[in-house]
């Protein structure tokens, strides 16, 4: 897709400072410019590159002023990084796969398909599935029995949404993702793990993403729960019963153990434990690799294995870093008095 700086000036709103006419195809960072590509300056420490860039137009803040002559043309907006995410958004929308099926989809005599849906090849859509409309399913995508995918979803290559699960509107799965898998419920016996059924199911509100080969386990009974607006990195478990409050980001590797609810804005980082049956409150933020073994109250910063308060934990970090020579000098004290 070819666009003029103009063109892109009016879909952000803003002013063209040089040639409207000139045409860009692709992106680049403003460091690695080429000509016909587009770049932004958000970062102050990049803005020498402004002026050296081979790019052939850049996205700059509207009071952006250089002390070297600028030969690219600019885009003056309020908000650079913003107005460049906004953009991206505008021409991941125009190259989206157009409307229709795949030869090679089994799609279901029962199923409910909804207007301009794009289905891939080798997709597979079971008995009384519901796709909304504008969906997207990709390459190898399933979809069991009776589940429901919502308005303008995509279903990238190889997920599966597995029986009776409900997406919303908006949402996104990526490669790999499995939604509704078997939660982790076995009954112990003297000799053997009888398997418990898990016959509940997953919901997914509007507006979720969850990233590529990341699982969201089936309730034993009821739903686990992904709240609205809710971000899943790449290869995170989610228990089964789990509830994810509204507008939560998770990172990567976090492991969330069963019945757990997390609430509305919060904030947790990669390789993050989580036991299960606990109640984490509102806008908590969880340090990376640490391990949550107790229920946290809302506005909380915890940090470490087992996690404790954030201010608590550097100080006590710096503590332990200085034990050795601590350690040592103790000794050489001890050693000091046995001799006298």
């Known amino acids: 897709m070819i666009l003029t700086a103009g063109v892109i000036a009016e879909l952000l709103g803003g002013s063209v400072d040089g ?36 790019a052939s137009v850049v996205i700059v803040k509207d009071d952006f002023h250089s002390e070297e002559k600028v030969s690219t043309t600019l885009i003056r907006v309020a908000d650079p990084y913003t107005s460049f995410a906004l953009l991206l958004q505008k021409y991941d929308e125009m190259n989206r796969p157009k409307p229709g099926i795949h030869p090679s989809a089994v799609i279901s005599d029962s199923a409910q398909i909804g207007k301009d849906v794009s289905i891939a090849a080798g997709v597979i859509v079971e008995d009384k599935a519901i796709i909304g409309d504008g969906t997207r399913l990709g390459a190898n995508v399933v979809v069991e029995r009776e589940s429901i995918v919502g308005t303008n979803c995509t ?42 059924p898990q016959v509940g199911n997953v919901v997914l509100e509007d507006d979720v993403e969850i990233g590529s080969n990341s699982t969201i386990d089936r309730a034993t009974m009821g739903s686990t729960v992904i709240r609205k607006g809710v971000k899943l990195d790449n290869l995170i478990q989610v228990a089964h019963n789990v509830e994810i409050g509204e507008h939560t980001v998770i990172a990567a590797q976090t492991g969330i153990a069963g019945s757990t609810k997390i609430g509305k804005r919060c904030m947790i980082g990669g390789q993050v434990g989580i036991i299960g049956h606990l109640t984490i409150g509102d806008n908590v ?9 107790n229920n946290l109250a809302d506005n909380v910063v915890v940090q470490g294995s087992p996690a404790f308060e954030v201010g608590n934990y550097r100080r006590s970090y710096v503590s332990f870093r200085r034990l050795p020579e601590k350690l040592k000098a103790i000794e050489e004290k001890l050693a000091a008095l046995t001799k006298g």
């Open 285 to 293: 933020k969880i340090a990376a690799q640490s391990g949550i073994g």
């Open 155 to 196: 279903l990238h290559s190889g997920s599966r949404v597995m029986h009776h699960c409900i997406l919303g509107n908006n949402c996104t799965l990526h490669a790999g993702v499995t939604i509704g898998s078997d939660g982790f419920g076995f009954a112990p016996s003297d000799t053997a793990y009888s398997k418990i």
């Open 19 to 54: 040639d409207p006419q000139v045409q860009v195809s692709t992106v680049s960072p403003i460091e690695k410019g080429f000509k016909g590509s587009l770049s932004f300056l958000a970062n102050p420490k990049y803005k020498d590159f402004v002026a050296t860039t081979e």
